[in-house]
């Protein structure tokens, strides 16, 4: 276990390492945001399945973007996880998409553990992780959330993350 997440923090550190200066690199393609999404909750399948967790995903229709599919795909796994990860035995989790004229809105909210307000403006700095002590059965690098910022802002997509502590967290991302 602890080989696979030292692996797993490598992968991380080489993904941030690889995307510092790559703009250049990024495809502009349509990408499927209702399969992605749905993708990412099949792969985390067993770990919904062990806690119990409802997931209700509301799309009205099929939403479309141009953006790179492999980083999108990173940023909601990534979201998702989290959203999972933190959430109580028999939790739920919210995922909307929804659309305007410009922007294509998606968002994930759990009811689990939350975030004290304090610490909402460190959770982007790499290797960050709040509240740890009171939570030592929840592991993770730290690096999640600071890959997710780095890909957001690296595609033009705006995130926004409000939480209450006990209540939940609410990860609402902007995509123009």
Request: glycine fraction near 4%.
């Amino acid at each position: 276990i602890e080989v696979d997440r030292l692996n797993n923090l490598v992968d991380q550190l080489l993904l941030l390492a690889r995307f510092e200066n790559q703009k250049q690199n990024i495809r502009n393609e349509q990408v499927y945001l209702n399969s992605l999404i749905l993708d990412t909750i099949a792969r985390f399948s067993e770990k919904i399945k062990e806690k119990k967790i409802t997931i209700v995903a509301n799309f009205q229709e099929d939403y479309y973007i141009k953006s790179d599919t492999y980083l999108v795909s990173i940023i909601l796994s990534n979201i998702i996880s989290n959203a999972i990860k933190y959430s109580n035995k028999s939790g739920k989790i919210d995922i909307e998409l929804k659309k305007d004229k410009e922007n294509v809105y998606c968002s994930i909210s759990d009811n689990g553990i939350g975030i004290v307000a304090e610490d909402l403006v460190k959770i982007f700095n790499s290797f960050y992780r709040s509240d740890i002590s009171n939570h030592p059965e929840i592991k993770g690098t730290g690096l999640g959330l600071s890959i997710v910022k780095r890909l957001c802002n690296l595609l033009s997509i705006e995130l926004n993350i409000k939480s209450i502590k006990e209540e939940g967290t609410s990860v609402n991302l902007r995509i123009s």
